[in-house]
C-alpha cells in the first residue's frame, strides 16, 4: 500500500540539534509514519534512534541514502560503504537505498553519465543479490535532450537494474507533466518526492533596482521567482498525482521542501499534512 511520509533531508538541522528519535517523534505528532534518511549522518547514534524510532514510535523507514563515492556530503556511498550500507538496511529493515542525484562531474558530457550509468547499474545487480533495490532521483538536467532523447530515459535504458525515484517539482521544472511522467515510468517507481511548484512574489529590491536603472539585476529577480513549496501551497495538481501514484503501485510519497524560505520545518509539514488530508488523502498515511 502507498504510504505518504516525509523526505529527512529538510529535518538535518533538527536531527543535529535533538536528534534522530526526537525529530522524529515531532513528525510522528504531525501524523506521518514514514521517512527517507538523507543528508543525515549515519553515525551509530543515528541509526540506533531510527531503530527505537521505528521500535517505540512506528516510524517505517523508507530508504536511505547513497552515492558512488565519497564528494563531501555526510553519506555512505557504495564505494567506499557497501558493507556498512547493507549492515544497516537489515537492521532498520529498510530494503530501498537512492541515489539523489547525478554526481557533479558526470554532469560534464554524456561520456561521463553513461559511465555513471554503467557503474550504477553494476552496483544495483550487487545490492539485488543483497535483497536491497537501487533507485537514481531526478532533478531537472535530467530533462535536457541529446539527440532527441532525454537524458532521463538515456540513464534509464542504460542502467535497466536501477529504478527511479520521480519528483514531481523537478519534473515541472523540467518542462515535462508530473502526471504523465509517473505513467510513462510507473513500471521502475517505488518512490515519489511530493513538493509543490509556486512562483513568488517579486521582491521589494527588484524594482528599486528596476528604478535605479540596474536592469539585470531585476531580470534576475523576475527569471528567479520559481519557489518550492508546502504540498498544496503552488500550483501543483496533487489529487491528480497522488491517484497517478497509487495507481502506478508507488510504496512512498515522500514529502520535501528544498527552502522553507524562513518558515519553521514542522510549521511547513504540518501544512502539508493538512493540505493532503483536505485532498482526502488522509488514509495513506
Known sequence: MTKIGVQAMMLKDSFAETGAFETLRKITDIGYHAVEISQIPMTVDNVDDLVRARDELGMDIASLSTGLRSTGMPIDTLTEDYDKIVADCRRLDTTMVRIGMLPFDAMASLEKVLAFADE?????KRLA???IRLYYHNHHI???????KLLLD??????PQVGLELDVHWIQRGGKDPVATIRKYSDRVAMIHLKDYRIGQLPADAFTALEAGDFKTFMAAFTGVVQFAEVGEGNLEFGAIIDEAVASDAEYLLVEQDDLYGRDVFDCLQTSYDNLVALGKSDLF
Do not use: C, P, Q, V
Not at 120 to 124: F, L, R
Not at 154 to 159: C, G, P, S
Open 154 to 159: 538515456i540513464i534509464a535504458d542504460r542502467a
Open 120 to 124: 550504477t547499474n553494476e552496483y544495483a
Open 129 to 131: 543479490d543483497d535483497g
Open 142 to 148: 535530467e530533462f535536457a535532450k541529446y539527440d532527441g
